[in-house]
Structure formats: C-alpha cells, structure tokens
C-alpha cells in the first residue's frame, strides 16, 4: 500500500485490480454459497430421513430391506416389495424412453428443418410440464385400456410363453405404470439431448462429411459420442424422475406390495406407499417405516445413478482405447 | 386508481391484522376427509351465527388429527376411527388432561362390484364379503353367494378383489366389519386404516376404488356411501345380525346408531350392531376435544358449537348426505359437554 502513495498511475491501476479481485472474490463467495446450500439441504435431508426413521431401524435392522410383509396392524415392516416395484418401473421405462428419445432427439437437432424442429421441441417441452396427476388420470382412462384390448393381448399371443408376461392382466400393472412413465419421461430425454447435440461443433460435421462419411454415419458415429456425456445426463435427470414418480404410478401399478415375476401382475413403488400412507398412519413405528422407505429410496437412487457412471467410464474407457 | 386500490388493500389487511383484537376469536382443528364436507358447512353457518368467532379446519387425514390434537398444534381434532389406548396414554402423558370423543356424524360402506350381465343388486352374507376379502371365495358362482342370490344367474368367473390402497377411515370401517364377522379376518389380517391385504389390488381414493371396479369385468370394492349415492351408483345389500338384508340408507345407517351400546366414553364401533333395521357396515366419526383448555373463552366457544352442532347442527346432515346421530346419543353427549374445563 505504501508503494501506491509514491506513484499515482501505477496505485490507479492496482485499485482497479483490486476491485476487480474483489468482484471475483465476491462471486466466488456468492456462487459458493449456492453450491453449499444444495449440498447443505441434502445432507439435511438424509440427517432427517435417519433421525425419523430410527424407531423402525432400531427394531427391523437390516431385515426391513429384506423381507416383504407390510403389515401396518401387526406392525411389521419388510420394503422388499416397495423397493422391487420401484426399480423394475424406473428401468423398465428407461428401457422404452430412451430410444425412442434418443431418436427423436437426432431427428429434431440433426434431421428436421429448424422450424419444425423448434417447433416440436415448444411442444416437447410442454409436455415435460403437465403436471403428474395428468399423466395418471391419462394413463388410468385412456392407456389401461389401451393396454388391456391392443397391446397386451399381442405381448402375450407372442412372448406369453415368457415368465415375465405370464398371469392375468387386470390393466394396472407394473408395465402400465413403465409405459405411463417413459411417456412422462421422454420430454426430458429429447429436449436435453437435442441441446447437447446442437451444441456439438460444426466443425466436427464438417470434417466427418469432408472425409466421405454419409450423413447417417456422421450423425451416429461423430456427432453422438462426441454429445454422450451430455444425453447420459439427461437420462440421468429422466430416471430421476421416474424413481420418484408417486401421484401418476400409485393410479397404474396396483398398489399390491407383492414381488412377482411378472410385468403384468400389480405392484407398487416405495413413493407410492409414502403417499397413500402417510397421512393416516397413526402408530409411531408406522410413521418412522415410511419415513424409513424414503431413505431408503434416497439411497436406491444414489446407487442406480453411482452404477451408471460407472459404466460410462468403463464404456468411455473402451472407446478411447 | 392503482394508488386508490393498494391504499384499500392494505387497509383491509390492516384490518383483518387488527380484528383478534376487537373480540375476534379463532379456533383450529385438524383432522379426518370424511365428514370434510359436513364440518366445512357447519363452521361456514357457525361462523355466520357468531360473527367473531372463525373455526379452521385442516382435513389432513385422521391420523394426522390425532398427532396434532396430542401434540396441541391444533384446539380439537378429528377422527374417523377412535382413539386406541396407547394413543389415549400418550395424550394423557404429553398433555396431563384427557381428551374426549364427541361423534358428529355417521357415515357407512357400501359393496360395488361389475359383474357383467347382473343389473340387480346382490345380497352378501358377512361370510360371503369375509371369503371373498380373504381370497378363499374366488368366483362369482361360489354357493355361499349364490344361495343368498337365488335368482340371480351368477357366472363363474374369477372374483376381482379392489380395496383402497391408501390409508382411510373407509378402510377402517370395512375391516373392522370384517373381523368382527370373521375370526380368520381378526387373526390374520384383523384392522386398521391400512392392512396387509390377502388378495386384491389397490385404488387411490374412493374415486380410485369406483374406477378400478367400473374398469374390471367380475371386480368387487367398498366405498363410502356418500360418494356412491353422489355417484349414482348402485351396490349390494349387506345381511344384518338380525338375519335381513338391509340396502345402505342414511336412515339404516342411523338405526345401526341406535342399536349399539354407547360407553361413556363414546369410543365405540358400531359395526355389526343388533337392530332388524340396522345397516351392519357404519361408523361414527368425532371430533376429539381437550379435557382441559387453559383458554376459558375458547372453553365457551368450543362448548357453544358442540351444542349448536348437536341441536341445529345435525338438521342440516341430510342434504349433505350424512346420517344424523340418534336422538340417544345426542343428549348423552350434551351431558358429557360439561366435562370440558378451563384450566383452574
């Protein structure tokens, strides 16, 4: 600071220096506080899930995620079923949103004229904000149906053999509420992906195209890996919400907490059974058993999204080989 | 014109601050979706009779009404099932006073079922919902309906159960109904507002259970007989104790009321009652009240509505579709009114 008094233009500058460092340390400081908080809030959240749920964890241990009686009379409590339901829907509607996104994804940032393509992506992102309890009213009235005079009769005239599509259909089912939601989770498929592969360089276009590829291989062999990482993240933010889908799943599944081998039977999901119980259970041991689901469905979603990072290393290690 | 409009506002804000302080008083209760309608009503009309007295409610659910009466977040709750024991010793221990019970209303569950070809409305023996509840009645033609239907042509298809998937006071009646009929019920499954079903599926909602019974060919649910007489829908008719099949009605519903032996503390369930008119498959619903309120002018005011409630209060039950208490109930319970004290 001395130094400053002695030569004026040489102090002007510093000053300016240090208010922009001070900016910088400002945002610094501002933005910190914002990624703090998220990883404040969660951590609160899973001290709260623990603390309400210490009755129930207390008394089942490890058995609650283990066996699969729920019981509220006997007060005996088992998530096996709650847990089944839930990832067998969440994948299971990965399993049928995630190509057809994806393709549609290609279509609309690589194919289509741009104004059609803004076009639909508006729509696409309409349909990304209708509330769940439309999709489940939809589902309920319009698809079961659907489902129960088309679709599934056709399932099990050719893969009826198959365990998986065995057993009666009573319309809500397993598969009804996968179907219900890969349509609910398609929107964010598409309209991530077709950012992340908008954002892909035109030179990377253009050298692929200048070295004799089609269109076609251009589009599935440069522009979508180079994109990956980006429609990985979508599928992450799609199976996200699928996991955590109560109002729209809890009308379709059935809401049966038995593990059976077939899509078609009913089940239920662990957001589902929080839902429907919540508001009238009357026991503490039922109250800290729910609350214990949720944590539970906290850590189921922490593993499915730890394991699919993992096989994008593993996949993007094979290919940089 | 926009200066004119916010300088109203605020005052009516300010306005509305201030009341409390002129002799405003409000009240609030937390608890079952049941009787929502019926209490909305009277403390809507309450409200208009005493102008400076305003009652809240918060229907969250019974369970949720129980919690916050005992922990005293709320002046009364609400319940759709009584109190149990443990809970009763639980308000006892956090509160240091009692908490009494004051049914309100009754209200009853009906069996629907879509049975494709069969327009009539079907006669259940308490076995007969019991074995088909369990999962050992398993088709429509099963002699233990049939014998109660002669003249109906049962087909003999598979039997689709549908029960309410989330927890309900609905559910609570119906269960209970069945324990008391059924031993095997009571010690496998016996009762509660949720229950680990032995068969069936699950309907959110009485709207939930309604839809997924219209959907499904051969299906059987229960729901309210509110929502079923709103709806249009026709359901069975139940055997009473007595040996007659009695049609859910709000008067049946009421004599099941009057039948039943009412203890002091009016916790009672009053399934399966004596009465050859008696509907077999009804419930009261109270509203759960302090013995002791530290507040004397909310003491007054409590008091005062459970006597209008009890007077005028039950003639407006029937447009709304809820069974009245029996005259008997009711001036027991003007009696038991007395109960609640000021703190001294």
Redo the contacts between chains.
Sequence with gaps: MSAASTALPRSRVSALADKLRAGDQLAYALTLVCAASIFLVTCLLVYQLWLGSALSRHKFGWNFILTS??????ENFGAVPFMFGTVVTSLLSLLISVPIGLGAAIFLAEMALPRISDLLTFLIELLAAVPSVIYGLLG??LL??ILESAVVPAIKGVLGFLPIFSG?F???SLFSASVVLSVMIVPFIISVSREVLLAVPVDQREAALSLGATKWETTWQVVVPFAKRGIFGSIFLALARALGETMAV??VV????KVQTSLLA?G?SIA?VI?????????DL?ISALVELGLVLFAITIIINGLARLLILTTGARVAK | MTRMRTFVTIAAALAILALPAFGQMSLTGAGATFPYPMYSKWFDEYHKLHPSLEINYQSIGSGGGIRQVTEGTVDFGATDGPMTEEQLKAFHDKRGCGVLHFPTVLGADVPVYNIPGVATDLNFTPEALAGIFLGKITKWNDPEIAKANPKVKLPGTDIIVVHRSDGSGTTYVWVDYLSKVSSEWQTKVGKGTSVNWPVGLGGKGNEGVAGQVKQSANSIGYVELIYAAQNKMSFGRVRNSSGAFVQASLASVTAAAAGAEMPDDFRVSITNPPGKNAYPIASFTWLLVPEEIADKQKRDAITGFLHWMLGPGQKMTEALEYAPLPKAVVSKEEKAISKIHAKS
């Design positions: 009686t729920w019981d509220p009379v006997q309920r009235f079961v149906p009666t009573y319309g809500v809890t009308m059935g809401n049966t907490p009913p239920y589902a839902a429907n119980e919540f508001t009238e259970a009357t026991s039922h």
